[in-house]
């Protein structure tokens, strides 16, 4: 309990201071959940040879999430004040590379009204959001014949999990589960990265394969009209 009561003291010290790749490799290594209560809940997962905490913290009835490592803070914010949070720890078999899926709720479990995609990141020796916000990330390319665009997997992966199975446009289930048994969707840039659009949660949306290609051949108004209605609710969330 050592970490809990220190991440208070950093809940204390931010009150003066307010404001402050799910890929296709990737597998899920630990799935907690709990309710917040008192003074809040904490979880504890192994990464590589350290401890990494996730605690939800409550402090003049404000929400924190903090993140240590090996008993030390290194990252602290201030959050919805959700009840019910359930963190998925997921491993990349590729790169060897852990995140974190944290999600909550304020009045049920099931719901979410808060969701993040984080992990900590070995070179920066920092604890990172993968989910970038939106407007502040150019897309990156490199010509070679033609123009690739560089596409972050862990944008393209987070869509598909929060898509939770369904297509976002046609609402039909995934039309089969992969080896891996997930369900089988496609990652869609809702403004194309070659017509200016950025690589960002905010521009990606989740499509069966059928409707992904309708929207490449035919790019309807109505369509765009209806998945960019999914993705202001969730930017309702992520505004708060």
């Not at 030390?72 to 009840?83: C, F, G, S, T």
């Not at 995140?99 to 920092?126: C, F, P, R, T, V």
């Not at 987070?158 to 048994?181: I, S, V």
């Not at 059928?210 to 993705?231: A, F, G, P, Q, T």
Request: proline letters at 2%; charged letters at 25%; one cysteine or more.
């Amino acid at each position: 309990m050592k970490f809990m009561r220190i991440c208070l003291l950093v809940c204390g010290l931010m009150l003066a201071f307010v404001g402050v790749t799910y890929a296709s490799s990737f597998s899920v290594s630990a799935d907690k959940y709990g309710k917040v209560e008192g003074n809040g809940i904490e979880f504890s997962f192994s990464e590589n040879n350290k401890i990494i905490q996730i605690a939800f913290l409550t402090k003049d009835n404000e929400r924190y999430l903090i993140a240590g490592k090996d008993g030390e803070p290194i990252y602290a914010a201030k959050i919805l004040n959700v009840k019910y949070v359930r963190i998925k720890q997921v491993y990349d078999t590729e790169t060897g590379k852990y995140a974190y899926i944290i999600s909550g709720s304020i009045n049920s479990i099931g719901d979410s009204d808060l969701s993040l995609l984080m992990g900590y990141d070995e070179q920066k020796e920092a604890w990172q959001l993968y989910v970038r916000e939106k407007n502040n990330v150019k897309i990156s390319y490199r010509t070679i014949k033609t123009t690739t665009y560089i596409r972050d997997p862990y944008i393209a992966e987070y869509a598909k999990l929060r898509a939770d199975g369904f297509c976002q446009l046609c609402g039909e289930k995934a039309p089969f589960y992969t080896k891996n048994n997930k369900p089988y969707l496609e990652a869609h840039h809702l403004k194309w990265l070659s017509k200016g659009g950025i690589d960002t949660i905010d521009n990606v949306v989740a499509l069966c394969p059928n409707c992904h290609r309708k929207m490449h051949e035919l790019n309807n108004k109505d369509d765009i009209k209806k998945l960019k209605m999914v993705l202001d609710e969730y930017d309702k969330i992520r505004d708060y």
